[in-house]
């Protein structure tokens, strides 16, 4: 069991590089397999040096593998966080980084919807940065009518980070953002 600890210590070090998520899990089982060889090793009354690398190369490959995952959290956050601009249809877009999010029409009575957001990357087309952006909401009005109903939608929004375009995947209505400073 040490000897795999071990192996599985270095695995997760050199894994940290290119797959961070992986390595975190790795790193995890090695320190539950260190501190399961020091208790083998105390009750047998052996020596500790192979328990205790295999805890030390625990203790390095976690937070390593941690700081190689903030990239991934980061990017997928900030080119889309801040405030937006379709001029075609006179449309605002504004994502925070709270979670919550407004789309609206510059008189805020056509379309306005203030709700919270999840984003997440789609994997399927990874040639193009494009996420799936899913709203809730209670507080929106369409067509100058109020609606505190509960409501969710989906956009896919595909982005260069300075000008996205946005697709609404129940209504297939289309938005050209443009990134405001």
Not at 31 to 45: D, F, P, T, Y
């Amino acid at each position: 069991m040490g000897i795999l600890g071990l192996i599985v210590g270095i695995l997760s070090i050199i894994m940290c590089f290119f797959f961070p998520i992986v390595a975190i899990i790795l790193a995890v089982i090695t320190l539950i397999l260190g501190i399961v060889e020091i208790v083998r090793r105390k009750k047998n009354k052996t020596q500790l040096g192979l328990a205790i690398g295999i805890i030390i190369v625990a203790v390095i490959a976690i937070p390593f593998s941690i700081v190689n995952t903030l990239p991934l959290t980061n990017s997928l956050n900030n080119e889309l966080i801040g405030k937006w601009y379709d001029s075609t249809n006179k449309i605002g877009l504004v994502i925070n980084e709270d979670g919550t999010m407004e789309l609206f029409t510059d008189d805020r009575t056509t379309l306005y919807i203030k709700g919270n957001y999840t984003l997440a990357k789609d994997e399927e087309t990874p040639e193009y940065r494009e996420y799936i952006f899913t709203v809730s909401t209670t507080d929106r009005v369409l067509l100058n009518e109020k609606n505190n109903e509960l409501y969710t939608t989906q956009f896919s929004m595909v982005t260069d980070g300075k000008n996205t375009v946005m697709m609404n995947v129940i209504t297939y209505s289309m938005y050209y953002f443009t990134k405001v400073n």
